[in-house]
């Protein structure tokens, strides 16, 4: 089945206690993507991958970093968590640009709480 | 500006109604168009991709006016089902751009 997965679903953490939020996609897609859902503001793109070892801002990188050793795997780092994380992230990942009308597909979703 | 506007709604509507959402984007060389569901605290979920010529997939109805930077979509007799928010979502080159969402309660 083709899928993305993200891992864990929910986490409550202490500030400053480094995380890991994993993503990983079976389709083969060259993009891949995080975001941040929160109320009223909608999704925002923290980071995105066009494929391996390319990676870039998005809009609301402050905090976070991201990897792409491997084409499916794309975890979410936060090195020092802080109280203002606190939201709803969603890994996504989609056909590069130029393969015609590719939808984003998205992960379950990680609902990170940190105190 | 935002890429991508739309109504946040919400919109609370009784099963049986016909309701339309709308959604302007701000980039004229924008490719791909979608309409997302989705249903609280889970992920979104593609619900259409919005065609030139507009397409129709059983009640819902998508409509794209490239010269206005418009894009719509319409649900015909409603079910108590179709309560979501229903996010506009614009493709330029690899990035999305995903409106705030449109909610939607259809009520009994």
């Known amino acids: 089945e083709a899928q993305v997965t993200q891992n864990p679903r929910y986490l409550i953490t202490v500030t400053g206690k480094k995380l890991t939020v994993t993503c990983s996609q079976n389709m083969n897609h060259e993009y891949m993507s995080w975001y941040r859902q929160d109320p009223g503001l909608g999704l925002r793109q923290i980071y995105y991958s066009m494929n391996v070892e390319v990676t870039d801002k998005g809009d609301v990188p402050e905090g976070y970093k991201v990897s792409r050793k491997e084409k499916r795997n794309f975890p979410l780092i936060l090195e020092s968590p802080s109280p203002n994380q606190t939201s709803l992230y969603f890994c996504a990942s989609s056909l590069g640009a130029g393969k015609g009308y590719t939808e984003a597909f998205f992960g379950q979703g990680t609902r990170l709480t940190v105190v | 500006r935002k890429e991508v506007e739309q109504d946040p709604g919400p919109f609370n509507v009784p099963e049986g109604a016909t309701v339309a959402f709308n959604c302007t984007y701000s980039n004229s060389a924008s490719q791909s168009f979608f309409w997302y569901r989705q249903d609280c605290r889970k992920e979104p979920k593609l619900l259409m991709s919005?065609?030139?010529s507009g397409n129709e997939d059983g009640r819902f109805t998508a409509q794209l006016n490239r010269a206005s930077q418009y894009i719509s979509l319409l649900i015909r007799d409603s079910k108590l089902s179709d309560s979501a928010t229903y996010l506009c979502v614009v493709k330029d080159g690899n990035q999305f751009y995903f409106g705030t969402g449109t909610s939607l309660t259809v009520i009994p």
């Open positions: 919005v065609y030139s």
